[in-house]
């Protein structure tokens, strides 16, 4: 694949997880796939359940402001707040350096910044690490589990975070999702799912207090070796913040696209 071949994978590997993501929450979500522009809209507490994408590849300067204009004008109309998730790569070179102000002016507000990841990596061994046993969620006990884990790691309200994921089917299902323990305490969390072919890694994190010793880097490793093993898979993508970047390439994942999150503006 070619730089931009992955920045696209990137990009589709979003909308095709978020659209089941969303849709799990509420099947009257908004998954609307518009002219560039991917809705994936549970109106969830969980503000990562509510995202859009801009899905042209080599959009001009007056392409990507028609483009932020939309996405804010499609953002006022929800309850709840949500992120605007651009892939820098996908956009013509020479307006990248605008893109900030672009965004300001269509009434969105800068977030924070993530990277777009992938590899063929799979299968790896199935990972152990001294301090952890490892446990898939299946209960929404466990899946409670696993939200608050996301909720202190991100910084969001518990509700908010039980909110996106307490009563899922698919998470106690079809998500490959892990619980790393320590004795009988979870500390960190890592969900893999099946799309279009490749294993994306999901909502990845570990508790404030318990971070830095490989806990979260460990839990990903058993979610990927899960569910490569169950599907046959090869190939992985995901979607790191600034904290988790480091870790993923330890596994195997190179970054491609660096993406920038806006929200609308406060």
């Not at 990507?64 to 790569?89: C, H, N, V």
Request: glycine share 8%; charged share 25%; net charge negative.
């Amino acid at each position: 694949m070619t730089d931009l071949d992955e920045s696209i994978e990137s990009m589709e590997q979003l909308a095709v997880v978020w659209r089941a993501m969303v849709l799990d929450r509420d099947a009257d979500s908004d998954v609307r796939n518009l002219p560039g522009i991917a809705v994936r809209w549970a109106d969830s507490r969980f503000a990562f359940w509510n995202a859009i994408t801009l899905t042209d590849v080599g959009a001009d300067a007056k392409l990507l402001r028609q483009r932020l204009t939309q996405t804010a004008d499609i953002m006022r109309t929800k309850k709840y707040p949500g992120f605007l998730w651009l892939f820098e790569d996908l956009l013509e070179e020479g307006v990248r350096s605008t893109l900030e102000e672009a965004a300001k002016q269509a009434g969105l507000q800068y977030a924070f910044p993530g990277t777009g990841m992938a590899g063929d990596l799979l299968p790896i061994p199935d990972p152990v690490h001294p301090d952890l046993t490892f446990v898939r969620v299946t209960t929404d006990e466990q899946l409670q589990a696993y939200a608050d884990i996301n909720s202190h790691g991100y910084g969001f309200p518990l509700e908010d975070g039980r909110d996106g994921l307490v009563g899922s089917a698919l998470w106690k299902n079809e998500v490959h999702a892990y619980l790393a323990m320590r004795d009988d305490v979870p500390v960190a969390c890592a969900g893999t799912v099946a799309a279009e072919g490749r294993l994306f890694v999901v909502l990845v994190a570990t508790e404030p207090e318990w971070q830095r010793r490989g806990y979260g880097e460990a839990v990903t490793r058993k979610a990927l070796y899960e569910g490569s093993r169950a599907t046959g898979l090869t190939r992985a993508t995901l979607h790191a913040t600034v904290a988790g970047a480091p870790v993923y390439p330890r596994i195997g994942f190179k970054p491609n696209s660096l993406i920038h999150f806006f929200s609308l503006q406060s």
